[in-house]
């Protein structure tokens, strides 16, 4: 009977063998299955998956917040322009959320280079700055890509000091405070230039601290932007300039992103461009609105953050040709003058 048994024994070892490869073959099937339908769901904001459309995905790699970067401060904590105003009224925030962007943490900055210092070291994943600031840091080797100039028509004031210099060529021998690495470094020394003053000294300071010393008379002139000029203007200091009159020292903006960050999100240009479109697009049906928020965080009235920013400078595209002229202008500035450490092409830094 020892060989019917084990003939029997060897029959039951192979049915469970057989079962258990079996079983083995649906447990992969099935999750092979709930892996393809996985990858299907990083929709973007215009339907369809984002691997389609960019190559990339927009799933479980990326992050639940965005952190965002900005400059100034004010008790809303939000920026000016398309970007502030979507911000505001919640439009970017839901627009993200379709890519699993449940939150997003804003900081405001005193100047670029504190936000681009930010951005390298890996505490924001995206900012919004002035396009000096952020050349330079790209230059001098940030991995950061430009993924858009919401505006290129930022105007530079130099302001001289109460009974000091009346004329830009009046500062031959002078003491001028600037925010160094800011566009209104870029501006005050491209003017002086085309002045032909040689001999100036800058001072670093920032706006606020500059102010006080044009106050004082510790310096002879100082550089400033949109209200807070126009209010020093109309405190009886000396408006030598402004780069309405240089179209070539016109400040543009400049919204980068570190490559960490695209590398878990290569579809957030997209994303983000579509976000900020939307909001302009609401931002259009309510402009007196949009002009009291803007004089809210700029502590002025609506009828001059219209006349500083007018909402026709808002750019409705992430490139023009006219913005990114400008762009390249500042940078061959930059590079001769050695405030950026290398040249580039900005096509390489662009991500359209």
């Known amino acids: 009977m020892k060989p019917a048994y084990r003939e029997i024994q060897g029959k039951r070892s192979k049915?469970?063998?057989?079962?258990?490869?079996?079983?083995?073959?649906?447990v992969m099937l099935v999750l092979q299955a709930c892996g393809n339908n996985a990858g299907g769901n990083g929709a973007s904001a215009s339907g369809g998956s984002s691997t389609e459309k960019s190559g990339g995905k927009a799933g479980s790699n990326v992050p639940a917040v965005l952190n965002f970067g900005?400059?100034?401060?004010?008790?809303?904590?939000?920026?000016?322009?398309?970007?502030?105003?979507?911000?505001?009224?919640?439009i970017i925030q839901e627009e993200l959320k379709k890519y699993g962007i449940t939150e997003v943490k804003?900081?405001?900055?005193?100047n670029g280079p504190d936000q681009t210092e930010s951005l390298i070291s890996g505490r924001l994943d995206i900012g919004s700055l002035g396009d000096t600031p952020a050349i330079i840091a790209y230059a001098s080797g940030a991995k950061t890509r430009l993924i858009s100039q919401s505006s290129a028509n930022t105007i530079g004031y130099l302001i001289g000091k109460k009974d000091g210099p009346k004329?830009?060529?009046?500062?031959?021998?002078?003491?001028?405070?600037i925010q160094k690495g800011s566009f209104m470094h870029r501006y005050v020394v491209g003017l002086l230039q085309e002045e032909g003053v040689t001999d100036y000294k800058l001072v670093h300071m920032l706006i606020p601290d500059a102010t006080a010393a044009l106050a004082r008379g510790d310096v002879d002139a100082t550089t400033n932007l949109g209200v807070p000029a126009l209010k020093l203007i109309d405190q009886g200091y000396t408006h030598l300039d402004d780069a309405s009159k240089h179209p070539n020292l016109l400040g543009t903006s400049a919204t980068v992103v570190s490559e960490d960050y695209l590398a878990k999100f290569p579809d957030f240009p997209k994303a983000w461009n579509e976000a900020r479109?939307?909001?302009?697009a609401d931002l259009k049906q309510h402009e007196d609105e949009y002009y009291q928020f803007l004089a809210e965080i700029g502590d002025t009235?609506?009828?001059?953050?219209?006349?500083?920013?007018?909402?026709?400078?808002?750019?409705?595209?992430?490139f023009t040709d006219e913005g990114t002229k400008l762009l390249e202008g500042t940078k061959n500035?930059?590079?001769?003058?050695?405030?950026?450490?290398?040249?580039f092409n900005i096509s390489d830094w662009q991500l359209k």
């Open 333 to 343: 500035f930059l590079v001769e003058e050695k405030l950026a450490k290398k040249d």
């Open 70 to 90: 900005f400059i100034g401060s004010n008790k809303l904590n939000v920026p000016g322009g398309a970007e502030g105003w979507g911000f505001y009224k919640g």
């Open 301 to 318: 009235t609506p009828e001059l953050a219209k006349q500083v920013n007018p909402i026709s400078d808002i750019k409705d595209t992430a």
């Open 277 to 280: 479109e939307k909001a302009l």
């Open 167 to 177: 004329t830009v060529k009046d500062l031959q021998g002078k003491t001028i405070a």
């Open 15 to 26: 049915r469970i063998r057989f079962a258990l490869l079996t079983t083995i073959m649906m």
């Open 106 to 110: 804003l900081t405001g900055f005193p």
